[in-house]
């Protein structure tokens, strides 16, 4: 499986971004995915996850009630929708995959990375 992260940018703080992950290679419906982040001088941190079939989403407490995780299984394609970015988001967003639950916040649980994308967000 393939990740490619696409949509990060620099914003200004109360703005939005929709990032995308793009996976080939093997189709990712039967996976759950994931978003993760890191600040530069801090460890990687999850973000977000959803079940393959979407019913289920996950968030970070930093997160939750701002960002919204969702897939386009027929697209093979994950997103997360950014909004009321804040300072603190600064960092590089990476997508995930697991072949397993979607309720699984630790890193080295996921089998699959993309190259991240670059999250600047300005005060």
């Known amino acids: 499986v393939q990740l490619v992260e696409s949509g990060g940018g620099l914003v200004q703080a109360g703005e939005s971004l929709r990032l995308s992950c793009a996976a080939s290679?093997?189709?990712?419906?039967?996976?759950?995915m994931g978003w993760f982040r890191q600040a530069p001088g801090k460890e990687r941190e999850f973000a977000a996850s959803?079940?393959?079939?979407?019913?289920?989403?996950y968030y970070a407490d930093s997160v939750k009630g701002r960002f919204t995780i969702s897939r386009d299984n027929a697209k093979n394609t994950v997103y997360l929708q950014m909004n009321n970015l804040k300072p603190e988001d600064t960092a590089v967003y990476y997508c995930?995959?697991?072949?397993?639950?979607?309720?699984?916040?630790?890193?080295?649980?996921?089998?699959?990375w993309g190259q991240g994308t670059q999250v600047t967000v300005s005060s």
């Open positions: 959803i079940s393959w079939t979407g019913s289920n989403t």
């Open positions: 290679g093997r189709t990712v419906s039967s996976y759950s």
């Open positions: 995930a995959a697991r072949y397993g639950t979607a309720d699984n916040r630790r890193w080295d649980e996921y089998n699959y």
